[in-house]
Every structure is written in structure tokens, then in C-alpha cells.
């Protein structure tokens, strides 16, 4: 079965430093590969996915994030990161086009320190 | 659209009881879905469908169960709560199978019914 591992359980930033939230898979093909954003008291939000193609792909809120096949990993970044972007992060993967079961990562959450 | 609706928001209960935590979505979506988020376990699915009168089990389904008999509903049902259900749960839904194409891969969350159970 596929697993998620995103190694961060928490990370602390301060406002305008550069971000990378690590994730890494586990599954014997490319899966799809997505980022979801969940602020405090409130569902999820997909940042990004990745089907195929260019390995970086844009999100929504300035972030994008490399898919590396030879490192198994799908990590999130963001040049310079606002106070509105402390949240939880989770990574998720989908082992193939018509299976919507997504297999989620632990989470990573951060904080922006002013 | 509202999107993706779920009821109650908050729920507490004795050991014992039983509720239905409920889930609407207008997108005409076939595919929904629920998980419980618990701390430092990310999300786990507890049962999906993929169509009106199609279930079938998650990761942790042993405690639920669910139903399907329209496209827009997808009730999730605790027979008899335990305090080990205490968690919050989260129902998803989005395009089935190929329906959609790439564009259709996003799942959309509802906001989440957080559950005590005592």
C-alpha cells in the first residue's frame, strides 16, 4: 500500500524568510501527488497537484512544488511566506486516475513569526 | 454552489449513543468521501462511494456505517459512539473515474463536524 511521510511535525518561519515543507512517498509507480492547506477551524484547501508532465507545478497563494521521481518526493515551497500562511500541511497521494481514495501525510504545521 | 455542507459543526455524546453526522454537496459530484482527522494521524477514510447506491469501506471503517441514495447525501452513522470516535470528520467529494479530467481530480472538503464522545 502507498504511504506518506512528511517528516516536519512543526516549523516556525518568520514573515518574508523562504519555506520548504518536506513530503515523501511510498508506492511503486508516479502516483498523484497533492498539497492541502487546512487554517485553524476550517476544512481543507488544495494548494497544488501534480498528474504529469513539468515536474514543477504552481499553486494558488504563491506556492509550487517539485515532484522528484529518484527521491520519491513532492516537496511544497514558497519564496517568502505572509503571516496568513500559518496553517496545517498535509500532503496526500492518489495511487491511480480513477482512484479519488487519497492517502494522506501527517501533517506539517507551521508557524510565521513576525 | 455551497460546495460541500456537513452538519452538525459540533456534537457532543455519551457512550452508547448513536447520531448521523450528515454531508451534502451540490457539484453533482459521484464520488464522496469521509475521513477522521485525529492529532498527529493526518486524515484516515473511514468509507466512500462512488455512485448513488455504492459504498464500500476505508481505512478505518469499524464503527460506521454509511449509505448512499442520492448523489447529493452521504450520511455517515455511529451506531453506538465510543470514545475512541472522539474526532473531527471531514466529508469530501469530487468527480468519479475519469469524468472531468485532470481538472476533476480535486476533491473538495466540507468544513468538518468536530465529536466528543464521552
Known amino acids: 500500500a502507498q504511504s506518506v511521510t512528511q517528516p516536519d511535525i512543526h516549523i516556525t518561519v518568520s514573515e518574508g524568510a523562504s519555506l520548504e515543507l518536506r513530503c515523501n512517498y511510498s508506492y511503486g509507480a508516479t502516483p498523484y501527488l497533492f498539497w492541502y492547506v487546512q487554517s485553524p477551524g476550517q476544512g481543507l484547501q488544495l494548494l497544488l497537484k501534480y498528474f504529469s508532465g513539468d515536474t514543477l507545478v504552481q499553486g494558488i497563494k504563491g506556492f509550487e512544488a517539485e515532484f522528484k521521481r529518484s527521491q520519491s518526493s513532492f516537496n511544497l515551497r514558497k519564496p517568502s511566506v505572509h503571516w496568513s500562511d500559518a496553517a496545517e500541511y498535509f500532503c496526500a497521494v492518489a495511487i491511480n486516475f480513477g482512484n479519488e481514495k487519497l492517502t494522506f501525510g501527517t501533517g506539517t504545521r507551521l508557524t510565521i513569526i513576525p | 454552489n455551497a460546495g460541500v455542507t456537513q452538519t452538525p459543526k459540533f456534537q457532543v455524546l455519551k457512550t452508547g449513543q448513536s447520531m448521523t453526522l450528515q454531508c451534502a454537496q451540490d457539484m453533482n459530484h459521484e464520488y464522496m468521501s469521509w475521513y477522521r482527522q485525529d492529532p498527529g494521524m493526518g486524515l484516515r477514510l473511514i468509507h466512500y462511494?462512488?455512485?448513488?447506491?455504492?459504498?464500500d469501506q476505508g481505512e478505518v471503517p469499524n464503527g460506521y456505517n454509511v449509505s448512499r441514495s442520492t448523489t447529493e447525501d452521504f450520511p455517515l452513522r455511529l451506531l453506538s459512539a465510543a470514545p475512541s470516535q472522539t474526532s473531527v470528520y471531514f466529508c469530501?467529494?469530487?468527480?468519479?473515474?475519469?469524468?472531468?479530467?485532470?481538472?476533476?481530480?480535486?476533491?473538495?472538503f466540507g468544513p468538518g463536524t468536530r465529536l466528543t464522545v464521552l
Open positions: 462511494s462512488v455512485g448513488a447506491g455504492i459504498t
Open positions: 469530501a467529494s469530487s468527480y468519479s473515474g475519469l469524468a472531468g479530467g485532470a481538472a476533476g481530480r480535486t476533491q473538495y
